[in-house]
């Protein structure tokens, strides 16, 4: 857990780690601008190019792929 310096309220935090289910996630606190909505955002660890460009067409193939896949684990686009 990462507390909040000021302008936030205190005791308020800017990111918690979590785990459910097995899986880990971390919580953002993205201040007063960015009020709380439904959206969510997932890291996705690969090993290859490969594999992050088959995630990356099963993802993009039931939703707005909104921003160019990320450089895979060789530095590569």
């Known amino acids: 857990m990462v507390r909040a ?12 780690a979590l785990t459910l289910e097995g899986q880990s ?13 439904e959206a969510v955002s997932f890291i996705v660890h690969c090993s290859s190019q490969e594999e992050l ?15 160019a896949a990320p450089a895979g684990p060789e530095g590569g686009g």
Not at 5 to 13: K, L, N
Request: proline fraction near 10%; avoid cysteine.
């Open 25 to 37: 996630f971390t919580a953002l606190n993205g201040g007063p601008q960015f009020p709380f909505t």
């Open 53 to 67: 460009d088959h995630y990356w067409e099963q993802l993009s193939e039931v939703g707005d792929a909104t921003s």
């Open 5 to 16: 310096e000021a302008p936030q309220p205190e005791g308020s935090v800017l990111t918690v």
